[in-house]
């Protein structure tokens, strides 16, 4: 419901700061829009693309400047810091606010890649939203968070509390709640992108677009990889062949990358997931393969979409994986082992339950290094680009 602005750019500035340390990305992208740019791995993609490769970057995102008694959203902050640090680099950075799945915000990211970029080289579509309006029909979707064919009983946690305790979920209405999730988070709107895009003559010659999904460890499949949002995850996938037909003839590549699990809004509000994301990040802080969106987004360009000889490596589904820190088979033993052993006393202990409540305030701009939270702060920042 809040957010603090200079949280917000000290957040960004250490994500610059380590895309920088990394070097530059050789033959990195040089024009790069990113559908969903405002947080998450959107934001850290579009820091990545800018700070690592010096590229041009558009922005699309759907969030809400400050008013009269009321904060703006963090991702806007995110936005405005991000220009900001790109403007002072002497870099390109534009955003455009608004809903990415009407036509209307398609048309318009358009007119500003033709005006300003003439084309683009990296389409990167990172888009969360629990709703849709379908720009053709205007048909409202609604997706949900459901396992299918049974109800799925497991540990949770509370993770302002620390309380852990079993939670059941009931199982899908197949017949209304899987083509609305897959309606909202499928991969309808980025091939309805793509399409639009190339109509218009915007994407360059090797074009590639990458967007993103999840897997996760088996004891996450009944609510996640096997409920409502896998189904619409296998959508998304399955979106990938229909978009190298699509690019072909300007020798494009389509790709969906399988990230790590990490505190985001959205894996928040995911039962089982809190509590399964503090134990990993115990075990992997441990192994010192801990990664945030930043360095799961620094790894992807530098050592996936953009290798030395040009080749991406995919696994045998055609699927970039930088998730495999995460999925190594020690340190899925060692989470597998804590959580059978997991109670609300020794959560503190065994988990990295203070971790993940950090990294949940950092995404609101609080408990941030270096901030005086006691000093007042301008709420009233502005996204350079976007006309108030």
Do not use: C
Not at 271 to 279: A, G, T
């Amino acid at each position: 419901m809040t957010a603090h602005p200079d949280g917000a750019l000290q957040s960004v500035k250490n994500q610059i700061e380590y895309v920088k340390s990394k070097g530059a990305i050789k033959n990195g992208p040089k024009k790069v829009l990113v559908i969903g740019a405002s947080t998450g791995f959107g934001l850290s993609s579009r820091i990545t693309a800018a700070f690592g490769s010096d590229a041009a970057t558009v922005g699309v995102f759907f969030e809400k400047p400050a008013s009269e008694g009321k904060m703006g959203t963090a991702g806007w902050y995110n936005s405005a810091a991000f220009e900001k640090e790109a403007t002072a680099a002497g870099l390109y950075a534009k955003s455009i606010n608004g809903d990415a799945f009407s036509d209307e915000v398609k048309k318009q990211t358009i007119e500003l890649i033709k005006k300003d970029l003439g084309q683009v080289d990296l389409v990167v579509y990172s888009l969360a939203s629990p709703r849709r309006t379908h720009p053709k029909t205007g048909v409202a979707y609604a997706s949900v968070l459901k396992p299918i064919g049974q109800s799925f009983t497991n540990k949770t946690v509370d993770f302002h509390t620390g309380v852990v305790s079993d939670i059941t979920i009931p199982p899908t209405d197949n017949e209304v709640d899987i083509p609305n999730t897959v309606a909202v988070m499928g991969g309808e709107d980025w091939k309805f992108w793509m399409e639009d895009l190339k109509a218009a003559g915007v994407l360059a010659e090797g074009i590639q677009t990458v967007a993103y999904s999840y897997i996760g460890p088996e004891l996450t499949f009944p609510i996640y990889r096997n409920g409502t949002i896998g189904q619409a995850k296998n959508d998304l996938e399955a979106t990938v062949t229909v978009l190298n037909d699509l690019l072909k003839d300007l020798n494009g590549k389509s790709y969906v990358s399988v990230n790590k699990a990490l505190v985001t809004q959205s894996s928040s509000a995911i039962p089982v997931v809190p509590l399964y994301i503090s134990l990993l990040y115990k075990v992997m802080k441990a192994k010192g393969t801990h990664e945030g969106t930043i360095e799961q987004m620094q790894r992807l360009f530098a050592e996936r979409l953009y290798t030395e000889d040009g080749n991406v490596p995919l696994d045998s589904a055609g699927r970039i994986r930088v998730d495999d820190l995460e999925m190594a088979e020690d340190v899925q033993a060692e989470v597998d082992q804590l959580w059978k052993e997991t109670t609300t006393e020794n959560l503190s202990e065994i988990s990295d339950i203070e971790g993940y409540r950090k990294e949940f305030f950092n995404l609101f701009g609080f408990e941030v290094d270096g901030i005086d939270y006691e000093k007042d702060a301008n709420e009233n920042v502005q996204v350079p680009s976007i006309e108030s």
